[in-house]
Each structure stands twice: as C-alpha cells, then as structure tokens.
C-alpha cells in the first residue's frame, strides 16, 4: 500500500497550490480519502474530505472556499486545490485513505511540505 503525495512547495501569499495524491496497493474507490495538516508547533488537522460518492466536507474554517477537494478514481489520485494561499496554510500536509466499512484499516502518506511566504 502506497500514498505518494505531490505538489507542495513554496508559493508568494495569494498564490495557489495543486497538491496531488497518487494511491495504490487497495481499492481506492471504498475509501474515504482526507487531506490533513500539521504546522509547526502545532497538532495535525483535518483538513477537508471527499467519501465514495464524492460528497465532500471542510473542517478548517479559514479554508473554506479557499481549498476544494476531488478524486479521480479512474487514476487512483484525490487532489487538493488550494487558491489565495496566506503564511497559516504553511504546514505539513497529508494525504489519508479509510475504508467506509472498516474505519480501521486506514493508510497515510508521508507528507508534502507547503511554505507560503514571501
């Protein structure tokens, strides 16, 4: 099993960021896949996720009609579109998948760093 994430890097406040994670070794299209954060001093959060069925919901209030969320399961990807990026999106990011029957069989990638400064 594998959760290769892409696409971080450095970006000027106000730019936008395509992360991309590239998953396989199960079946993609039973699980659930979320995009989570971790800041520097802070804890990891969860970001925003997109189910089976593509419905999809944010938690990170500051996001909000900021990042967007999608898979293709076709190509075994979930991606993360991040628009009008500020220095607090710098973290960490992490890409999860979780089965929608068995919560506990779940998998984590190794991380994309994202720096937004300028």
């Known amino acids: 099993v594998q959760l290769v994430e892409s696409g971080g890097g450095l970006v000027q406040p106000g730019g936008s960021l395509l992360l991309a994670c590239a998953a396989s070794g199960f079946t993609f299209s039973r699980y659930r896949m979320s995009w989570y954060r971790q800041a520097p001093g802070k804890e990891r959060e969860l970001v925003t996720y997109?189910?089976?069925?593509?419905?999809?919901?944010t938690f990170v209030d500051s996001v909000k009609g900021r990042f967007t969320i999608s898979r293709d399961n076709a190509k075994n990807t979930v991606y993360l579109q991040m628009n009008s990026l500020n220095p607090e999106d710098t973290a960490l990011y992490y890409c999860?998948?979780?089965?929608?029957?068995?919560?506990?069989?779940?998998?984590w990638g190794q991380g994309t760093q994202v720096t937004v400064s300028s």
């Open positions: 999860h998948a979780q089965n929608q029957y068995r919560p506990y069989d779940n998998y």
């Open positions: 997109i189910t089976t069925g593509s419905v999809t919901a």
